[in-house]
């Protein structure tokens, strides 16, 4: 039996990146994996289906984040498939944003919606049905403790907000045996950094900051969360974990 038989998984933004590695590695772990996504339907079902080929259980939920009753309706549709949840993994964002001196009120507001608003309101709206022992997974960034990348500040902003949520839902949620932290990766091969990364300068910019000389995958920032997702992560809580490969050395 895998470490996670018999629980129930949320992964938001899972059908693709690092969102899908999470998903998988839950889903090849036990867990009887939801997997959110925003628009890309098509997307979601070839997470659904890897997990189902590889013997695990899933389903989608299409809900739009960032916008009105986002929340609401992201648990209403989970409510068709399951009657609980075990473990919530906030990995759904917008992964950039303009520098300050082009960046408009209304897509700062976007990012904020996005990427704190509805995380805070998941978490909110799925008390009731996150289970005593439960776990919390926040994806953050190594942006939120280093200006490497200060063109960056808005979105590194929203997830300095995503680390304090994490700080004290450990604390309110601690009394039920409920762990919360925060993993953050750095550079990951995924579409959202394809066109950074398939640039030779950009690569080499990317390995050269890694203390282990390489850039990350989603399964290395998954393996991460599944360690914290299982009973072996129980006595970590409130964290901030780099997964960063020793980027911010």
Known sequence: MGALSGRTALVTGASRGIGRGIAERLGRDGARVAVHYGTNETAAKETVTAIEAAGGSAFM???ELGTPGDAEALWAEFDRHADGVDIIVNNAGIGTSSPLEDITEAEYDRLF??????PYF????????????GRIVNISTGLARNAVLPD???YAMTKGALDV?????????????IT???VAPGYIETDNTAAFLGTEEGR?????????????TPADVADVVAFLASEDGRWVTGGWV?????SLL
Do not use: M
């Open 113 to 118: 919606a996005v990427n704190v608003k509805a």
């Open 165 to 177: 949520l994490t700080r004290d839902l450990s604390k309110i949620l601690g009394p039920r045996g």
């Open 242 to 246: 780099d997964a960063t490969g020793g």
């Open 152 to 154: 960056l500040t808005a």
């Open 180 to 182: 919360v932290n925060s």
């Open 122 to 133: 998941i978490v909110r709206q799925g008390l009731g049905r996150l289970r005593d022992g």
């Open 204 to 216: 080499a910019q990317a390995e050269a900051i890694s203390a282990l000389g390489r850039v990350g």
């Open 61 to 63: 939920i299409g809900v």
